[in-house]
């Protein structure tokens, strides 16, 4: 019997189903094409349901004040509809969230890389670093990263792949760790990071329904955030050494990674790169430490609408030009400035296949902005909830899986906590719990999903990464890889929340279950 076919024998019903969705997934057309299909689809249904009649009403947060608001689905099958497809679809391409922050950060990182400081510093990274730790350093720098916002999605998420493939492990492996920390673990951490500031704000408000003057600090849910960095860590290791890995079976593409020594010239390059960053990260600090450091807004915040969070992914291009001009200096691999531009410009040009696939997904999530499909999707699995008359720990699980469900069709977290803030926050304040401890079952909802939709902004990001190292790479390919991860996350952190909820601990500084 070959080894094949012993192989496949061996295979589970859990990987089987994998197969599934990667065969079916992958049989459908390229991605480009299937935003289009998916945009006609829109397209289409967004005019028999506007021409059905479907409405929501419902209380939306605005500005910490509840407004009552009927949705109605609208048909872009109207003259206004048309003219808008046509006129707005430049609008849509250059207003696409990811594609700033993609391509201003890939040119400090195209430098880096084609200078040869990133290459050094993964060999160097391997020679220091037991190889039965790597999985778990890569997810926790995922999970890290969400301090900085999105960032993590253009920076670590490839430099994962890279990392397994200097490891000889499989690199689709080392992006799908980095992707599950990075987006997966987005509600785990050991730092506050831009959402809770903004989530606290929204369930501030919806309490204050019930409660006026009630307060919902930033640091409402750092303490369960703590613990569900180690677990997310945990759980991620298992899945992909565990699971994903063995899927994926031997790396046969031609990329490669030289682990060779590091020589002299790589040493010195590397001293002299890590003085760059030094320096540049004390000139940094400068303008952000300083009570009325430059970088703050006007009422002293570092975090939240600053010009320091504003000019985070140049911050983070920077950070990688001017170590990798450092190193490129030492290591003689830059002679003069036309080296640096043409490392730039290769890693622009690396772009084109992502660029095309983000013309035509900005087109799509617009439209699904356009006709309200989210928001009456949002509205009615709100309802659903409602509905069930389920009370207490049911409740709160139910919750926490219909919030993952509604992730799938709107990306944005701020955006569908609106929404669902207040129907669910003083609903369940009436029965004892803390809108804190609701806020958390929310996010743990919204991250476990985050990993599987294709309607997150950064899918398509992931998708091209992905097709670097084996350009047979589809939809069908990224979801069957990431599933494993969303389910296991979701029962890990579920268990967690259980636990949590009997024993009764508190989940931040001061903040617990109940009222």
């Known amino acids: 019997m070959s080894t094949k076919v012993e192989s496949q024998k061996k295979r589970g019903l859990f990987s089987k ?301 920077l950070g990688f030009l001017i170590p990798g001009i450092a190193y490129g200096i030492a290591a003689k691999t830059v002679k003069n400035d036309k080296d640096v531009a043409g490392f730039m410009g290769k890693a622009m040009a690396s772009m084109g296949g992502y660029l095309a696939l983000a013309f035509v997904m900005a087109q799509f999530v617009e439209y699904f902005n356009w006709t309200n499909l989210g928001t009456i999707l949002a509205v009615q699995g709100a309802d659903f909830l409602e509905a069930t008359g389920l009370v207490g720990l049911p409740m709160l699980i139910g919750f926490i899986i219909v919030s993952g469900f509604i992730n799938l069709f709107i990306g944005s977290a701020s955006a569908k906590w609106a929404i669902m803030a207040p129907i669910f926050v003083p609903m369940l304040m009436r029965l004892g719990y803390s809108p804190e401890f609701t806020q958390l079952a929310y996010r743990i909802g919204d991250s476990t999903t985050n990993i599987i939709t294709p309607l997150m902004s950064y899918f398509a990001v992931i998708v091209a990464f992905a097709q670097k190292y084996d350009k047979k790479t589809g939809i069908g390919t990224l979801i069957s890889t990431m599933l494993p991860y969303s389910i296991f996350f979701l029962v890990a952190w579920a268990l967690l929340f259980i636990v949590w909820f009997i024993i009764g601990l508190p989940i931040g500084p001061g903040v617990y279950v109940t009222l």
Do not use: C
């Open 17 to 317: 189903f994998l197969d599934v969705i990667e065969f079916v997934g992958n049989k459908l057309p390229h991605p480009v094409t299937l935003f289009v299909l998916l945009s006609l689809i829109v397209i289409i249904i967004s005019d028999i349901a506007a021409r059905a009649g479907v409405v929501v009403e419902f209380e939306r947060l605005v500005s910490g004040e509840l407004q009552a608001e009927t949705v109605e689905a609208v048909s872009l099958l109207t003259k206004d509809g048309i003219r808008r497809i046509f006129s707005e679809a430049v609008g849509n391409f250059t207003g696409f969230p990811p594609l700033g922050t993609v391509l201003v950060a890939m040119l400090g990182v195209g430098v880096a890389e084609g200078t040869g400081l990133i290459q050094a510093a993964l060999r160097k990274l391997v020679l220091v670093t037991p190889a039965r730790l790597i999985t778990l350093v890569v997810i926790f720098a995922g999970i890290m990263s969400n301090v900085a916002s999105d960032a993590g999605y253009v920076v670590l998420v490839p430099l994962g792949a890279l990392i397994f493939l200097s490891f000889g492990r499989h690199p689709l492996a080392g992006l799908a760790a980095a992707f599950a920390g990075v987006s997966g673990g987005f509600s785990a951490n050991l730092a506050i990071g831009t959402l809770d500031p903004l989530l606290g704000g929204i369930s501030q408000s919806a309490a204050q329904m019930y409660t006026p003057g009630y307060i919902v600090d930033p640091t409402a849910n750092w303490y369960f955030m703590i613990v569900s960095t180690f677990v997310i860590m945990a759980v991620g290791t298992f899945v992909t050494e565990k699971i994903v890995e063995p899927r994926l079976g031997e790396f046969k593409g031609d990329a490669e990674v030289n682990i060779d020594q590091i020589t002299k010239e790589e040493s010195k390059g590397l001293v002299w790169a890590l003085i760059a960053l030094l320096g540049f990260t004390a000139v940094i600090l400068a303008l952000v430490v300083p009570q009325n450091g430059i970088l703050r807004n006007d009422a002293g915040e570092i975090l939240g609408s600053t010009p320091f969070m504003g000019g985070l992914v140049p911050i983070i291009a």
